[in-house]
């Protein structure tokens, strides 16, 4: 009876055609990679040296072993213990509050058309702004980034809730509460003079940067641009399934071929999660829930999270979140900007009726570490909730759960063993010689 019905979705989706597959990846998309820079920035991204408390390192929060995320809905940075769906408060140190939205997925940051990043897009390639990126730094960033990736580590870095810690902890959160960022002698000199500070470092970056004379060289876009080598290197995907199918290597299996047909053509996912990466790179309100503090300022009381709103000020970008790639989606879990689905096929099924999904959510869905905190403030309040649902402009779509089961073999054939893998791995120690985050 299965075949059958795969034999009729199958025929169907052919039948309907799908629409403009993607180009197959090259080498020309990518940025090209030192190795021995790609090689230095391994030790940076598994060190935690640059957390504030010496205890995070940003393979806390991106780890490989959870499809370079870490399986939790919201993630605990400082203040935490343990590693992926495992980390728990630290009783002795309990954070603050939750790191506010899901950590994303490193795959394929290293393509060059890849100029938007985090999930309401505040940091964006941008010729007229200094150092040629839009961020909220704005007049106050540093030139020297190589890359809208590499300007990324600025965020995790200076945050009380995921690498700095409290105020009251250590020199780095002290600077960053004071306001001390990019300034002389701000948060970004302190996490570099430490790592200047030890020996192995020092002579690593006095070899991977001609303009590295001495220690006192060392800055904090130098250490970014190591890290951002790193992750471009590491996970790059482009060898997956899909891959092979778009180069004409090899075929996909008849559920996934039909799945592809579906994707691309009748079920109208394409029209968001379009081109090679699978995603057009714009932002979208898709009736997610809004699960833990927010993304309000400190001094704010709501739990809000207004998605790109926040960096526009454009009332249509309400809600409206950065639609992410798919490659190795099916690893990457939970799903959503605030992680609000830990099984893939509902989170699939939601889309489908994105207003019905809202109103009907099931709260056992979330993977979240115990901590002393409401972190359903926006779901329990019917004015809230009704506000992300407005914004949703999406129309229902209806399929069968055979073709769910198609399109959910086709996601699966978006798995690139290699890029899962990794290519230089974990290391075993860092010159630090702190902990290794491992599960």
Avoid at 39 to 46: D, M, N, S, V
Avoid at 130 to 138: A, E, F, M, V
Avoid at 387 to 416: C, N, Q, R, Y
């Amino acid at each position: 009876m299965r075949f059958l019905i795969l034999a009729s979705i199958v025929a169907a989706a052919s039948a309907a055609g799908a629409g403009e597959l993607p180009p197959p990846l090259t080498d020309a998309d990518f940025a090209a990679v030192r190795p021995e820079e790609a090689a230095l920035g391994q030790l940076l991204f598994y060190d935690p040296i640059l957390s504030g408390n010496r205890e995070v390192a940003c393979a806390t929060c991106h780890h490989p072993a959870f499809g370079t995320s870490d399986g939790l809905s919201l993630s605990l940075g400082d203040g935490g213990t343990g590693l992926g769906p495992r980390r728990i408060a630290d009783q002795a140190n309990l954070p603050e509050q939750r790191v506010p939205r899901n950590a994303q997925s490193l795959f394929n940051l290293g393509l060059i058309d890849y100029t938007v990043l985090f999930h309401d897009g505040r940091i964006e390639a941008d010729p007229s702004r200094p150092g040629g990126l839009r961020t909220p730094l704005d007049a106050d960033m540093r030139d020297g980034f190589a890359s809208p990736l590499s300007a990324q580590s600025m965020f995790p870095v200076l945050s009380p809730d995921e690498m700095a810690g409290h105020y009251s902890e250590n020199e780095i959160a002290q600077a960053v509460r004071l306001g001390r960022l990019s300034s002389p002698g701000g948060a970004w000199d302190l996490i570099a003079a430490r790592v200047a500070s030890i020996p192995e470092y020092a002579t690593a970056f006095e070899v991977v940067y001609d303009h590295i004379h001495a220690p006192s060289d060392i800055g904090f876009t130098d250490i970014s641009n190591a890290v951002a080598a790193f992750m471009e290197a590491e996970w790059r995907s482009d060898t997956s399934p899909l891959d092979a199918r778009l180069r004409g290597e090899a075929a996909l299996s008849p559920e996934a071929e039909a799945g592809l047909q579906l994707f691309y053509g009748d079920a109208g996912c394409a029209d968001c999660h379009s081109g090679p990466l699978l995603t057009d790179f714009g932002f979208h309100a898709m009736g997610q829930p809004q699960i833990g503090p927010g993304k309000g300022a400190r001094f704010e009381t709501h739990a809000r999270d207004e998605g790109r709103f926040r960096v526009t000020g454009h009332p249509e970008d309400y809600y409206a979140f950065r639609t992410p790639s798919l490659r190795n989606v099916m690893q990457t879990g939970p799903w959503g900007h605030s992680g609000a689905y830990a099984d893939l096929r509902a989170f699939v099924t939601a889309h489908l009726d994105p207003k019905a999904a809202l109103a009907s959510y099931d709260r056992v869905q979330v993977v979240l570490p115990e901590l002393p905190v409401n972190d359903w403030r926006i779901m329990d309040d019917a004015v809230e909730a009704q506000a992300i649902s407005d914004a949703v402009t999406f129309k229902p779509v209806s399929l069968t759960d055979g073709e769910i089961d198609a399109i959910m073999a086709f996601l699966e054939s978006l798995s690139d063993p290699v890029a899962l893998e990794g290519r230089l791995g974990v290391p075993e120690v860092v010159p630090s010689g702190l902990r290794v985050p491992r599960p």
